[in-house]
């Protein structure tokens, strides 16, 4: 890009970016779904992690959602193996990232240990608990001592969050888990030599993260990217120039439809960017059909969810019972490259409960209408994902569209 302006921008409709978001997420066409768990983890470029198990925990729900029903121990094995492939670090949120991009972290080490806080003071015992990872590791942190102070949930004991801040600067590293306790290591025994070694200037880390997040989310705004990565101030300066002078390797796009996430929009030049690869084929194949965690990477951001799919989505789990609109853990249900509905659901036995279902209604059609085969594709959304959680039954609890839920039961029948 000569003197620094990128080049014309490429026109899209909103359907074509969406359609090149889902392939890039992995939902369209046969491709993106070879390779298993590893590949997946490679092209979505991290996992966001969470404390919420419902049908299973989110990192398990984002591989199911894409290449079907998957065993549980693939997953762990892509997540959390021996020799490393993947490590807990901070990206878009607390998230499994593949461990080839150690080296693209080191900007948010280095700001950690400049802070020499985060939720907490670091205690004055940080270097005895390193002492104590690197003569005894690894350890979690029962083995360290302990990780509460008996109070709530972030009293955390002075071990746990000299640990984490070791953690948050590179000096202990989440490879594994046991249960769902982190296995605290030292750096040097875990991560390959060569990751280890290598320092990126923070504009080279920002730089490359921008292009990881743009091929990962395959079309966005530069909100999207800024969210993915979570840069602001001077990190996010570097990310604007990553953009303009085209070290990042993404190109300008203008998609009909869209704001740029700046609040601006209708006469902008561009208003997303994309990876210049991915343009180059029209995506093709079929769509998958499948409930989505809330933290998964297609829709953590609710802006960029009711942008590209016009559906309004939050998690609701952490709102009181009683103001709860659509359920504790709701997953929007996506099919045919839409998000149709939505599904609270749950498991007694071997009874997968759909506790609340809610239909999308469809643009364009009557008030409530809602888009055709949406109730044929819930009902086999919610069969695969009972069968995948070894459920034989499923119960319906209510249907928020009332006249769906015999429309429902016949389906589920079927």
């Not at 979690?140 to 000299?162: C, M, Q, R, Y």
């Not at 303009?244 to 929009?265: C, F, I, K």
């Not at 594709?377 to 070894?390: I, K, T």
Request: aromatic share 8%; proline share 6%.
């Amino acid at each position: 890009m000569p003197n620094g302006f990128p080049a014309p921008a490429l026109e899209l409709s909103a359907d074509e970016a969406r359609r090149f978001i889902l392939r890039a997420q992995g939902f369209l066409g046969a491709d993106s779904r070879r390779g298993g768990v590893t590949a997946m983890l490679r092209r979505l470029a991290a996992v966001q992690l969470d404390t919420i198990s419902v049908l299973a925990r989110s990192h398990e729900l984002v591989a199911y959602a894409r290449l079907g029903p998957v065993g549980r121990a693939e997953v762990e094995r892509a997540y959390w193996h021996e020799p490393a492939l993947a490590f807990e670090y901070w990206c878009h949120a607390a998230c499994v990232v593949p461990i080839a991009d150690w080296p693209l972290y080191s900007f948010r080490r280095r700001a950690y240990r400049e802070r020499r806080f985060r939720w907490h003071e670091v205690p004055p015992t940080v270097d005895k608990v390193l002492e104590q990872v690197r003569n005894e590791g690894p350890l979690t942190t029962t083995e360290l001592g302990g990780a509460k102070n008996g109070g709530p949930w972030w009293d955390w004991s002075d071990v746990k969050i000299a640990v984490e801040f070791l953690l948050d600067i590179g000096e202990v590293v989440c490879t594994r888990r046991v249960g769902w306790r982190r296995v605290y290591d030292i750096a040097e025994r875990v991560v390959p030599t060569p990751l280890l070694g290598q320092e990126l200037t923070d504009a080279e880390c920002v730089t490359r993260l921008t292009g990881i997040a743009g091929a990962a989310l395959g079309v966005a705004t530069r909100a999207d990217l800024a969210d993915f990565i979570r840069v602001r101030g001077a990190h996010g300066a570097m990310l604007d120039q990553a953009l303009l002078d085209g070290t990042s390797g993404l190109v300008p796009v203008r998609v009909a439809g869209w704001s740029d996430g700046r609040g601006g929009g209708g006469a902008a030049r561009s208003n997303a960017w994309a990876d210049p690869a991915a343009l180059e084929t029209v995506p093709k194949g079929r769509h998958r059909t499948t409930p989505l965690s809330p933290f998964d990477s297609l829709v953590w951001d609710r802006a960029r969810t009711e942008r590209v799919f016009g559906f309004t989505h939050r998690l609701e789990a952490y709102v009181p019972k009683d103001k709860r609109v659509h359920g504790y853990f709701t997953m929007p249900v996506l099919a045919g490259g839409r998000l149709i509905g939505r599904v609270d659901p749950a498991r007694e036995g071997s009874t997968f409960v759909a506790r609340q279902v809610g239909f999308e209604p469809a643009a364009g059609r009557a008030a409530g209408a809602v888009r055709a085969g949406s109730v044929e594709a819930m009902a086999s959304a919610l069969w695969e994902a009972a069968a995948w959680v070894g459920c034989d039954d499923v119960r319906v609890e209510r249907v928020g569209t009332p006249e769906l839920a015999a429309p429902l039961q016949a389906a589920l029948r079927r």
